[in-house]
């Protein structure tokens, strides 16, 4: 008797809908479905009204035509991890997202139409992009075909390609991720750095199937990606230091490349002959002003928001904007490009050019920015502001082939657009 009494009594603790929905959360009172997942025998319990509320997937299995008799659902594609948080956040709109689970309840998110939660699980990628999780993060958009969260992964991995092949996550990926990695043209590092990478990974490799890690297994635990080191682009000095010395080559192998490093020129039909990757170009700046002026700063501090729209003729991966400011002074930056958000602290310095004065603010990831689409940037800027600035401004700029439109009512602190064209 005490528990029904409890039962009808709590519901005058909870002030909000909110906090009387949270109570609901996986809790048998006036549940009428669960979900089981694989590999577990865990229940989670629910209510047919609220996930029908917040999905038309689980509206159709509950009260369409052909709804579903069951009184538990067996999930065979989910862990119980990524179910409990696909749950909690139909009740409470939270969500315990970490680099484990966020692809797995992405997966939920899209397969029972949930978009608020896919926008949440896209916001969490973009924050936590890192070397030691992105190969993780790959591997999982790979297995669930997620191909813009692939395609952002290997623009992380392309540009800071030193930082993942040294984390501990490197060693953790499998033989086909591996071979993916290795076939990539602008990865930025040395191929000997690379190829170090590699044999610590082959190591791991040995260790996780329980065999010596000799220079034999290593080679096996390559495989094919083994012929994806791009062993012609290193310096001689670097092969015979490195290379030679694992013994993981062949001694046919190793004189088809000191022929090539001594000018014999060497075709191979396994081998990647490559003297270089693919590295991309330079970033490019494209800078509003033809000229500089007089750059006066007010004493106080204030806060002010300048916007910015601009297009590119070619397809282009932005990367930052350079903001003007008063040499050796800081400035809090608030910088808002489509999703991304940068909060961040900057000190203006000379440019290289030593011409004008600001700082560059940098996006963690490039955005790719197709031809002729408006682009709008906006930042909310704290510090010591200009009160007079003489320049030209201009509408329109060309770089490198690629014409560049501004779109501004007035002036303001934009001072470069910082790029790439993007790679064919």
Known sequence: MA?????????????????????MFNNPFMSDIAFSCEGSDKKFFAHKYVLATS??????????????????????????????????????????????????????????????????????????????????????AIQFDENKLEEKCWDFIDLKANEVVASDG??????ATLVELLKREPLNLEEVDLFKAVLKWSEAECSRKGIEANAKNKRAA??????????????????????????????????????????????????????????????????RFDCYGLHLVSKTVSTWED????????????????????????????LEIWSWIIEKKFHSEQDNRGIS???????????KVQANVPVHLKTTITGCRRTNFDAR?????????????????????????IFREMSK
């Open 3 to 23: 528990t029904s009494q409890q039962e009808l009594d709590w519901q005058s603790t909870k002030k909000t809908v909110l906090e009387r929905s949270r109570h």
């Open 55 to 140: 999905s038309a997937v689980f509206y159709a299995m509950f009260y369409g035509e052909l709804a579903e008799k069951n009184s538990v659902v067996h999930l065979s594609d989910t862990d119980e991890e990524s179910l409990q948080e696909f749950l909690r956040f139909l009740y409470t709109d939270e969500c315990n997202l970490t680099t484990n689970n966020a692809v797995f309840v992405l997966y939920l998110a899209k397969k029972y139409i949930v978009p608020s939660l896919a926008e949440k699980c896209f916001e969490y990628f973009d924050a936590n992009f890192a070397a030691e999780n992105v190969l993780i993060l790959l591997q999982q």
């Open 170 to 175: 490197f060693s953790d990926i499998n033989q």
């Open 222 to 287: 390559m495989g094919d990606a083994i012929y994806q080191i791009r062993f012609v682009s290193m310096t001689l000095q670097d092969f015979a230091q490195n290379v030679s010395q694992s013994g993981i080559l062949t001694p046919e192998e190793m004189l088809l490349f000191y022929e090539t490093f001594g000018g014999i020129e060497k075709t191979s039909e396994i081998w990647n002959m490559s003297e270089t990757r693919a590295k991309e170009d330079i970033l490019l700046r494209c800078c």
């Open 307 to 334: 916007t910015l729209g601009i297009s590119f003729s070619k397809p282009v991966k932005l990367h930052g904007v350079r903001l003007l400011g008063e040499k050796g002074k800081e400035y809090k930056v608030k």
């Open 357 to 367: 004065q600001g700082f560059d603010v940098m996006l963690p990831l490039p955005i």
């Open 393 to 417: 401004v201009r509408k329109t700029v060309k770089t490198n082939g690629i014409t560049i439109n501004f779109i501004t009512k007035n002036d303001n602190d934009f001072d470069e657009i």
